[in-house]
T-cell receptor, first 115, second 113 residues
Framework: AQTVTQSQPEMSVQEAETVTLSCTYD???????LFWYKQPPSRQMILVIR??????QNATENRFSVNFQKAAKSFSLKISDSQLGDAAMYFC????????????FGQGTRLTINP | DADVTQTPRNRITKTGKRIMLECSQT?????MYWYRQDPGLGLRLIYY???????NKGEISDGYSVSRQAQAKFSLSLESAIPNQTALYFC????????????FGSGTRLTVV
């Protein structure tokens, strides 16, 4: 079974600085999707960024980018120029392309932004 | 209106009571899911459904049941609630490809006392 591991329960960063959240996963599939979701105090789950495993280029969405290392099964999220509104729980998630399309989530990382 | 609506938003219930959490969607998606979120454990899949006649157990289905009343409605029931079912529950939907992950409801925080 696929598993997703986020080894950092909590992280903090100064406003305007850069922070990287780690995620590793285990799978025997060659094609799959990876996602980062943000959960602010409102508890809504918000898609931040997605990566298709067959694409070597790292995905970028404004201040958010990923470092996708397929061989190492690593998928970290970098947040540049951190803002107070970035404070949230962040979840890494995996989904294989074929089959039931179930999302498998990591344990989450709580990110605090210090003003 | 939200694409995926969950009711109630918060609920406190007593041990042994039956409770139903409801989810409805306007996305037109065939696939619907129920997850529970616990601190330190992330989100874990309870049940999922690909259409009205197709319901499948997830990794933690014991103590739960579901009903897919229509394409747009997917309810989760706790037949006899127990305190370790205290959690945040999410309903989510996806289309057949799910290339962009899921669309989530805003969650139901359930407390069993």
């Amino acid at each position: 079974a696929q598993t997703v591991t986020q080894s950092q329960p909590e992280m903090s960063v100064q406003e305007a600085e850069t922070v990287t959240l780690s995620c590793t996963y285990d799978t025997s599939e060659s094609d799959y999707y990876l996602f980062w979701y943000k959960q602010p105090p409102s508890r809504q789950m918000i898609l931040v960024i997605r990566q298709e495993a067959y694409k070597q280029q790292n995905a970028t969405e404004n201040r958010f980018s990923v470092n996708f290392q397929k061989a190492a099964k690593s998928f970290s999220l970098k947040i540049s120029d951190s803002q107070l509104g970035d404070a949230a729980m962040y979840f890494c998630a995996y989904r294989k392309i074929q089959g039931a399309q179930k999302l498998v989530f990591g344990q989450g990382t709580r990110l605090t932004i210090n003003p | 209106d939200a694409d995926v609506t969950q009711t109630p938003r918060n609920r406190i219930t007593k041990t042994g009571k039956r409770i139903m959490l409801e989810c409805s969607q306007t996305k037109g998606h065939d696939r619907m899911y129920w997850y529970r979120q616990d601190p330190g454990l992330g989100l874990r899949l309870i049940y999922y459904s690909f259409d009205v006649k197709d319901i499948n157990k997830g990794e933690i289905s014991d103590g739960y049941s579901v009903s897919r009343q229509a394409q747009a409605k997917f309810s989760l029931s706790l037949e006899s609630a127990i305190p370790n079912q205290t959690a945040l529950y999410f309903c989510a939907t996806s289309d057949e490809r799910a290339n962009y992950g899921y669309t989530f409801g805003s969650g139901t925080r359930l407390t069993v006392v």
